[in-house]
């Protein structure tokens, strides 16, 4: 009034746009956006009050969203009860629509009774100010999004439309506001450290005491609640309410609830971007409005300090928090829907996408019951996805007995291969040593001796040669060096024969076998063995030498009966 001017205002202002502008030459333009309706702010100038001059606030723009205080929403939200209360299946008499005053109603089917009943609820202006909400938040959100520009809201205090205004925009803005974790800041910051007054707008209990005493719990007076339904007449129609004197003095309004709805208008707009479902919404108003934790009690942060709320009362988050562990990404309060990918950046809605509906799982749900199942579908959805997850944690399950099946098919594969080359090399041993025992065999029956063996592993060596007639009978095992190619029979007797196999490619220094070489009548004239077909004492590819222990023979007792025999012979 008067072309009054806030100097320190104006300053204030130019700084913050100077800092927002950083190195940058020119600043960004600034709008300044006036929640409250234009006739508001001129009505406020007779009490000292009143709006910008976009002159007096260099590169600026003053708007006007036009949206009303809170005895406006505090009678909007009165009049959307009554008429659900009238027009629903159920009344708050326990009455049903459809017998209420002569079927005078919705459910009556007479035509100028359904126009009553939907100018009813236009004139409830419920839904007109969802919409107002609504779209001074995506002008705000389209701005910062699509200009880069700077806005300053405000309204007549600053915490009641100015709360709702900016935490919608940050919700359009920024998708870590659509999570869990960003709506909880989201609320802490622009509500409840804000300093939007819960005990007042919504008849919270008065909280008294200090931080080292148990509080002090009382209702607030009716003052502080909502007006009653106004009383139907005979007709079906309303009788006027008597204005009440203290309609100033009640701070009762529905702010946070008019912005749970504004945020369930979002979710059905883009039911893909948020993490949490509408029914989380629900429970979260249900547990705000119960009092039965402390985060919302008191009018700001300081007097929830004082009094000690945090200490003395639970808390809401860690509450619902351990109700979404409990089932985890099947609870009811994450949205089936999510999918962070698909709206990376801001939300954007146009005009013609604002008109809101009436929020059914909320406001229907005691009136018309039946008809707020409107989330039923998600609900099948929910167990058709818990009933996939069920048959693809299944269908990974066989798959992973599958693959160790497979697995140890493979593993006893290769040790069957395994076992039919030791069996093959088994057999090739076996085999060989049949003939090299067949070879020793015949060498030693060579030396007129025979051979028996035994199933232990002994060879028993009978020699017939002995004048006597006197069987002398020799023990010996078998061992093998196969490191060096040397097979040899050890006798246990004091007549012992040694026996040791020689490859062909070894050249043997032994006397022996020299000697054999040139004794042996089926060497063949270039020098080459022809054993086994000349009978010789020769294994394979590998020669036999046979060497006596003379020393041994020296060592034999010789029997005097034997000369005497052959001297009396004489």
Request: glycine share 8%.
């Amino acid at each position: 009034m008067m072309n009054m001017r806030s100097n320190t205002d104006e300053k204030l202002v130019a700084a913050l746009c100077s800092q927002l502008g950083g190195d940058k030459k020119g600043r960004r333009k600034l709008y300044i956006a006036d929640a409250r309706p234009r006739k508001n702010a001129l009505a406020n100038v007779a009490m000292g009050g009143g709006s910008e001059s976009p002159s007096h606030y260099f590169q600026s723009e003053v708007v006007f969203f036009g949206i009303d205080n809170i005895h406006a929403m505090r009678e909007s939200l009165s009049r959307l009860r009554d008429y659900l209360d009238t027009h629903g299946s159920t009344s708050s008499d326990g009455t049903l629509s459809l017998l209420r005053h002569g079927g005078w109603t919705w459910g009556g089917g007479n035509l100028s009774s359904m126009s009553a009943s939907v100018a009813t609820l236009g004139d409830s202006g419920w839904l007109i100010h969802v919409q107002s909400v609504l779209a001074g938040s995506a002008w705000i959100a389209a701005r910062v999004a699509l200009e880069s520009a700077s806005v300053l809201v405000h309204c007549s205090d600053g915490w009641d439309r100015t709360s709702q205004l900016i935490s919608l925009a940050n919700l359009l803005l920024d998708p870590y506001y659509r999570t869990f974790t960003g709506f909880q800041a989201l609320i802490e910051k622009d509500w409840l450290a804000f300093g939007h007054p819960f005990e007042e707008r919504m008849g919270m209990p008065t909280v008294s005491g200090c931080s080292d005493k148990p509080l002090d719990l009382s209702r607030q007076s009716s003052v502080g609640s909502f007006p009653s339904s106004p009383m139907r007449q005979s007709s079906g129609s309303f009788a006027p309410q008597a204005p009440s004197s203290s309609h100033a003095q009640n701070q009762y309004s529905p702010i946070f609830l008019q912005w749970i709805d504004c945020v369930s208008q979002l979710l059905r707009m883009y039911p893909f971007a948020f993490e949490f479902s509408s029914a989380f919404l629900v429970d979260l108003l249900d547990c705000v409005l119960s009092c039965r934790f402390g985060n919302f009690f008191c009018n700001s942060e300081k007097e929830r300090q004082l009094v000690g709320v945090s200490e003395s009362c639970g808390c809401l988050w860690a509450y619902l928090a351990d109700l979404r562990s409990s089932e985890g990404r099947s609870h009811v309060h994450y949205n089936l829907f999510y999918s962070p990918l698909k709206h990376k950046g801001p939300l954007l809605p146009p005009a013609a996408a604002l008109a809101p509906t009436l929020w059914p799982q909320f406001h229907l749900r005691w009136a018309c019951p039946s008809e707020a199942q409107a989330g039923e579908l998600e609900a099948q959805c929910r167990n058709m996805s818990l009933k996939f997850s069920e048959l693809q944690k299944a269908k990974e399950g066989a798959e992973k007995k599958a693959k160790e099946t497979t697995n140890a098919m493979e593993s006893l594969s290769a040790e069957l291969q395994n076992e039919k080359r030791l069996s093959s090399s088994a057999m090739a041993l076996a085999k060989r040593a049949s003939k090299e025992s067949a070879a020793i065999k015949r060498a030693i029956q060579s030396l007129g001796c025979k051979v028996h063996f035994a199933g232990g592993g002994d060879t028993t060596v009978d020699i017939e040669t002995n004048p006597m007639g006197i069987t002398q009978e020799s023990v010996f095992s078998h061992s093998k060096r196969e490191s060096d190619g040397i097979v040899q029979h050890q006798y246990n007797s004091d007549l012992s024969i040694s026996i040791s196999a020689v490859a062909d490619d070894v050249v043997s220094n032994n006397p022996l076998d020299r000697v054999c070489g040139a004794i042996c009548p089926s060497r063949a004239r270039d020098g080459g063995c022809r054993w086994p077909e000349a009978g010789c004492a020769q294994l394979c590819s590998q020669f036999i030498g046979v060497k006596a222990n003379y020393d041994a023979i020296d060592s034999l007792s010789i029997y005097e009966t034997y000369f005497d025999t052959r001297e009396e012979g004489k």
